[in-house]
């Protein structure tokens, strides 16, 4: 996989899930360190945003199952 392309949400969780464990473990640099928490943000916000989607979905899909009031 490239950089270009977008992360399913399973992908992000998952190297999200890797990032974590690897800033826990300690170890790195500051520099490295700082660049694992960039990526993590970036990780989270991408996980965020399928979330949010999914949600929209969702409540779509409710409000044109629900009967009208009249």
């Known amino acids: 996989m490239t950089g ?3 992360l399913s ?3 992000a969780r998952e190297e ?3 990032v974590v464990a690897k800033l826990e473990a300690g170890g790195a640099s500051l520099e490295e360190s700082l660049a694992l928490w ?4 970036e ?3 991408r996980c965020e945003e399928w979330l ?3 949600q929209e979905r969702l409540d779509a899909a409710r409000s044109k199952q629900e ?4």
Do not use: F, S
């Open 4 to 6: 270009n392309e977008p």
């Open 9 to 11: 949400y399973e992908q």
């Open 16 to 18: 999200l899930i890797t």
């Open 38 to 41: 960039e990526r993590g943000e």
């Open 43 to 45: 990780l989270a916000k």
């Open 52 to 54: 949010n989607g999914v």
């Open 67 to 70: 009967p009208t009031a009249e």
